[in-house]
């Protein structure tokens, strides 16, 4: 794959997980009625909005800063397992 067309993949790929995992934390997770019961993972991430919300912010910076793509991804997936492991 050319390196532009790969690097226009990431940045594409970076945008949808990130507006899928603000959607889904947003109208699925967050606000969920409590006496619905939630996948353990569902808990999980409510426990942990925080580095999520952190992990979201820093991301979409990357991308409103127009960074280089392999870059931007990198470090979205090392801000991924910041948030995964606090």
Known sequence: MPR??????????????LMDTTNITTTTYLSAPA???????AGA???R????CTLLDRASALLMA???ATASW??????AAK????
């Open 49 to 52: 909005v925080d580095a999520v």
């Open 35 to 41: 006496t619905l019961p939630l996948p353990e993972h």
């Open 66 to 68: 127009d960074a280089e």
């Open 74 to 79: 990198r470090l979205a997936l090392s801000q």
């Open 4 to 17: 532009a067309t790969g690097g226009l993949y990431l940045r594409r790929l970076l945008v949808t997980w």
């Open 83 to 86: 948030a995964a492991t606090r």
């Open 45 to 47: 991430l409510v426990e």
